[in-house]
């Protein structure tokens, strides 16, 4: 059965932005000997943006990991990640956020690894 409404809904726990939370530690996915795992870029997030508000803007769909990209000196966001999902159906979903406004910001959200769809590089 489809979710209710992808969650564009703030608060809920695990994010709210400036949550401060220490970057996700998982392994890069969504490229190489995965395989075809439905994974989504997701572009133009707030650099205040945590793992938390990935799952709560994707809410209600089924979700296996996370990951918000961060520069390694840094340690700042880059403003992008990948969620990867638990069915290609689930990604289908997702797609459809693409280009609505989240937290002040336009997302940018696209099947990860889709060449030549995000434009060039930022």
Do not use: C
Not at 81 to 88: I, P, R
Not at 108 to 121: F, I, L, T
């Amino acid at each position: 059965r489809p979710p209710r409404g992808v969650g564009f809904t703030g608060g809920g726990g695990g994010g709210a932005f400036g949550g401060g939370a220490p970057p996700p530690t998982s392994a890069a996915f969504g490229s190489g000997g995965g395989g075809n795992n439905p994974t989504a870029f997701v572009g133009n997030l707030p650099f205040e943006a945590v793992q938390g508000d990935l799952e709560n803007l994707f809410q209600g769909l089924p979700i296996k990991d996370v990951r918000i990209v961060h520069d390694r000196e840094t340690g700042q966001s880059k403003g992008y990640g990948y969620v990867e999902f638990a069915s290609a159906e689930a990604l289908q979903q997702a797609l459809s956020l693409d280009g609505q406004e989240w937290a002040g910001r336009m997302l940018r959200v696209d099947e990860a690894g889709a060449k030549g769809s995000r434009g060039g590089p930022g």
